[in-house]
C-alpha cells in the first residue's frame, strides 16, 4: 500500500515496485512531475489515444490545445485515473507521476486521485452548504478536528477570492452561487485536498469574461505551488496563460514546446494550419 | 387542415385530462359525501364493540393501528433492502452491466404480479416458516408487494442524476461509499417519492394481507399477533347487511385516504426541507 501523503518525505512502496524504485518520490520528481510514455487508450474498439509520449514539468502551466475529438480529456482522465470506472476503456502504457507509474498494480485509486484537484467544465457544487462543499475533501480524508477543517475552509476561500464574497453566508447552499463563484468553489474544494496537481478540463468555458479573468490568475497564481495542467478550447487562453503546450490531433501529439516558442514558430504544417485557423 | 389536426388532437389531450380529473372527483366525492356523515370521534379512537358489525358502538382503531404498524413495518424492510440494492446497481455496477439489466427486468415482472399471488405466496412461506396469520406475516408480505414499486422509482430518479455529480466526488478522492452517501442526499427528494408511492400502494391493499395478517377486534401488541387492516375492515363492513354498518364503511374509507392524503403532504414538506442544498 503506498501512502501518497506529500508531508512525508520518503514514501513506503510496495514489494512489487521496490526493485527498481526505492528513493524518495520528491527527488525523482524534479522537473518532469509527470512522465507518461507509451500511452495508448482505447473506448470499447476505437483507438482513442495513440502512442502518447510526454513530460509534463512541475509547478508550471501546461495547456492541451486541439480541436473537439482529440482526446484532449480522454487523456486528462487518465491522469487522475477517471476511466477506472468505465469498463470500456482500455490503457496500456505508462503513466509517472512523482516516478511512480499510476496504472501499476497495487497502486491505490484514491491516493492518485487525492494528488490530483480536477476542475471539471461545469462547476459541480455538491448538495451541501458553501462550508461543507470545501470542508469535504479533509474530512473524508481523515481530518477530525473542527478547528483544523474551520482554517482550511477560510484559507481556501481566501485563496480563490471566495471569502469576502461569501463572508455571511457560508452556511448556506451553495446552488445559489453565481456560476462562476461556484467554478471558484470548486476549485477551492479541489485546493482543500492539498493536492499536488491541477487538472482543468475547459474549465473557464461555462463562464463569463470576468470569471474566466479570474480564474485564469489563480492559475497563475497556483502554478508556484502546483504543476497546472489544463484542457483547453480557446488558443488566446493558451497564450495568454501556458508556459507549455502540446497540441493534439485525431489522438496523437503533433507538437509540443514552449508557449512562444510553438506560437511563433511553430515547426509542423498541421500546427500551423491550426494556428491560422484553417480547421478547429 | 393543418390546424385543424391541432385543434383535434387539443380536444382529445383536454378531453382525458378531464376524464382523469372527474373520476378523482367523483370518486373522492362519493367517498367523503356518504363517508363523513358517519365518521365520528368514536371511529378513529375506539375498536370495534359487541356487535359492532350489526350496527352497535365501537370504531376501527384497530384497522388503523394495524394498517399503520404494517406499513411501517414493511415500509423499514424493504427501504433496507431497496437502497442498497439501487445503490449497487447505480453506482458500483459498470453503466452498461447485463446483472443491473437482468435486475432491472425482474422487478418489472414482480411488478407486474398481482397483490393476491403476493398474498398467497407470503401465506405459503407463513405455512412453511410455522408462523400464523399475524403482524409479522402481514409485514413481511406487504414489504414483498412494495418492494419492485420501492425500488424501480427509485432506479429511476438515481438514473435521472447528473453524471458530473459522481465524477466530481470521485475525482476528490472518495470512496465509492463516500460517494454514495452524499448522493443519496441529492436523491432525497426521490427517495420521498418512492416511499409514498410504495405507501399508497401497501396500505390499501387488501389482498397480501387477507391470509397473512389476518383479522381481530384488538390493537396487536406483538408481532406474532393478528393485525386487523383498513381495507380489510372496509370489506367486512361493506359486507354487512345493515346500512348503518355499510355507511361506516365509507367513513373507513375516509380515514383511509386521509392517511394516505397526510403522508404525501408530509412526504412533499420533508422533502424540501431535505433538499434544501440540492444542486
Redesign the interface.
Known amino acids: 500500500m503506498i501512502i501518497a501523503n506529500h508531508h512525508l518525505e520518503t514514501l513506503t512502496v510496495n514489494p512489487a515496485m521496490e526493485i527498481n524504485r526505492t528513493y524518495p518520490l520528491r527527488k525523482v520528481a524534479h522537473d518532469n512531475a509527470i512522465k507518461v510514455e507509451n500511452l495508448d487508450v482505447y473506448i470499447d474498439d476505437q483507438h482513442i489515444l495513440k502512442d502518447i509520449n510526454l513530460s509534463i514539468p512541475e509547478k508550471s502551466i501546461t495547456c492541451i490545445i486541439g480541436p473537439s475529438g482529440c482526446g484532449k480529456t480522454t487523456f486528462l482522465k487518465t491522469l ?1 485515473r ?1 476511466h477506472d ?4 476503456v482500455r490503457i496500456k502504457g505508462k503513466v509517472y507521476v512523482d516516478g511512480l507509474n499510476i496504472y501499476d498494480k497495487g497502486v491505490n485509486v ?2 492518485t ?2 494528488k ?1 484537484g ?1 476542475l ?1 467544465q ?1 462547476p ?6 458553501i462550508f461543507d462543499n470545501v470542508a ?2 479533509p474530512r ?2 481523515g481530518t477530525k478536528r473542527r478547528k483544523k477543517i474551520n482554517q482550511t475552509v477560510i484559507q481556501y476561500l481566501q485563496y480563490v477570492g471566495l471569502w469576502d464574497e461569501v463572508r455571511g453566508r457560508v452556511r448556506t ?3 445559489k452561487l453565481s456560476i462562476g463563484q461556484q467554478q471558484r468553489l ?1 476549485l477551492a ?2 485546493l482543500a ?1 492539498e493536492p499536488e496537481y491541477i487538472l482543468g478540463d475547459e474549465a473557464t468555458s461555462a463562464l463569463d469574461p470576468l470569471s474566466t479573468k479570474k480564474i485564469e490568475e489563480l492559475f497563475i497564481q497556483l502554478k508556484e505551488k502546483y504543476t497546472v495542467i489544463l484542457v483547453t478550447h480557446t488558443l488566446r487562453q493558451a497564450r495568454r496563460i501556458a508556459d507549455n503546450i502540446v497540441f493534439m490531433y485525431l489522438g496523437k501529439i503533433v507538437e509540443s514546446g514552449p508557449t512562444e516558442e510553438f506560437f511563433n514558430n511553430p515547426e509542423k504544417q498541421l500546427t500551423r494550419d491550426y494556428l491560422s485557423g484553417s480547421f478547429s | 387542415m393543418k390546424y385543424l389536426e391541432e385543434k383535434i388532437f387539443k380536444v382529445i389531450m383536454i378531453g382525458a385530462a378531464m376524464i382523469i380529473m372527474g373520476v378523482l372527483i367523483y370518486i373522492i366525492g362519493t367517498v367523503f359525501y356518504k363517508g363523513v356523515p358517519s365518521l365520528t370521534w368514536d371511529m378513529i379512537t375506539r375498536i370495534p364493540g359487541g356487535g359492532f358489525y350489526l350496527g352497535k358502538e365501537g370504531g376501527v382503531l384497530n384497522a388503523i393501528m394495524g394498517s399503520v404498524f404494517i406499513i411501517t413495518g414493511a415500509l423499514i424492510i424493504s427501504m433496507m433492502i431497496s437502497v442498497p440494492l439501487v445503490m449497487y446497481i447505480n453506482f458500483y455496477l ?3 452491466s447485463n446483472f443491473a439489466g437482468i435486475v432491472r427486468f425482474s422487478l418489472d415482472i414482480l411488478f407486474g404480479v398481482p397483490s393476491i399471488v403476493y398474498g398467497a405466496f407470503g401465506f405459503a412461506l407463513m405455512v412453511y416458516m410455522g408462523i400464523k396469520a399475524s403482524l409479522l406475516g402481514g409485514i413481511i408480505t406487504v414489504a414483498m408487494l412494495i418492494m419492485p414499486l420501492m425500488m424501480r422509482s427509485l432506479d429511476e430518479v438515481t438514473r435521472l442524476l ?1 453524471r ?2 459522481p ?9 465509492k461509499y ?1 460517494m454514495t452517501k ?1 448522493l443519496l ?2 436523491l432525497m427528494p426521490g427517495v420521498i417519492t418512492a416511499i409514498l408511492l410504495a405507501v399508497g400502494r401497501g396500505i390499501g391493499d387488501a389482498a397480501t394481507v387477507l391470509f397473512t395478517a389476518g383479522y381481530t377486534d384488538n390493537i396487536p401488541v406483538s408481532l406474532s399477533q393478528p393485525a386487523a387492516t383498513l381495507p380489510l375492515s372496509i370489506f367486512f363492513q361493506l359486507g354487512s347487511p345493515v346500512e348503518e354498518v355499510q355507511n361506516r364503511a365509507y367513513a373507513s374509507a375516509v380515514i383511509l385516504t386521509v392517511i394516505i392524503l397526510i403522508l404525501s403532504f408530509s412526504a412533499r414538506y420533508f422533502s424540501s426541507k431535505f ?5
Open positions: 487522475n477517471m470506472e468505465l469498463p470500456e484514491i491516493d486521485r487525492k490530483m480536477l471539471a461545469r459541480c457544487p455538491l448538495p451541501m452548504s469535504y475533501g473524508i480524508h447552499s451553495a446552488s470548486c474544494r479541489g485536498i | 459498470p453503466n452498461k447528473p458530473d455529480l465524477d466530481a466526488l470521485l475525482s476528490l478522492g472518495s470512496t463516500e452524499v442526499r441529492q433538499s434544501k442544498h440540492k444542486s
